[in-house]
């Protein structure tokens, strides 16, 4: 498992995760960058996602796999994280945004997966407990996953990456 710094559409793994919102349709954020690089083939999986299995939407926690389309990986694995609460602990969508990604990637037999920090971003949950959370759910899981060798964290900011490498070095020992 690693963090790094970077941009997520140009990593060369079998799966990026996608920190997509519930309508599939791309949006700001990782999400509008992985459909703006990944072409409209990314949308139109998501649109047929949408009129045959989630009429109403990917629900949060949840993740699916779609083609990569021109992006340099095979899939796309669309996950969505929930908004960040003051007055709700919804950390188990987190957990499971995560957990469910990598059940995913582990049914198209994803040797590498790319995530980004989800539900950092708009969604507004504080960094350090972002990365605690991801980096915890990733590392009790990730055995899991046959054949799964490499789990890669792909962070576009300072903040963001300094706070996973925290995590990575402290939960390591």
């Not at 539900?119 to 990365?131: E, H, K, L, N």
Request: glycine share 10%; hydrophobic share 45%.
């Amino acid at each position: 498992m690693e963090a790094v710094p970077g941009d997520i559409t140009e990593q060369h793994v079998d799966a990026v995760v996608n920190a997509a919102d519930s309508a599939l349709m791309g949006g700001g954020g990782v999400d509008g960058a992985i459909h703006r690089v990944g072409g409209p083939e990314i949308l139109a999986e998501c649109r047929m996602l949408r009129e045959t299995r989630f009429p109403d939407g990917l629900p949060t926690g949840d993740a699916v796999a779609t083609t990569a389309g021109r992006l340099p990986a095979r899939f796309v694995i669309h996950a969505v994280g929930p908004v960040y609460s003051t007055h709700e602990d919804r950390t188990r969508l987190l957990v499971s945004a995560y957990a469910r990604s990598l059940a995913v990637a582990g049914e198209l037999g994803a040797a590498s997966v790319a995530f980004p920090a989800i539900s950092a971003g708009i969604y507004g949950w504080p960094m350090d407990d972002a990365a605690r959370v991801a980096v915890r759910t990733v590392r009790g899981r990730a055995d899991a996953v046959p054949g799964l060798a490499l789990v890669r964290f792909v962070l576009f900011s300072e903040r963001a990456l300094s706070a996973f490498d925290r995590e990575l070095t402290m939960s390591s020992g």
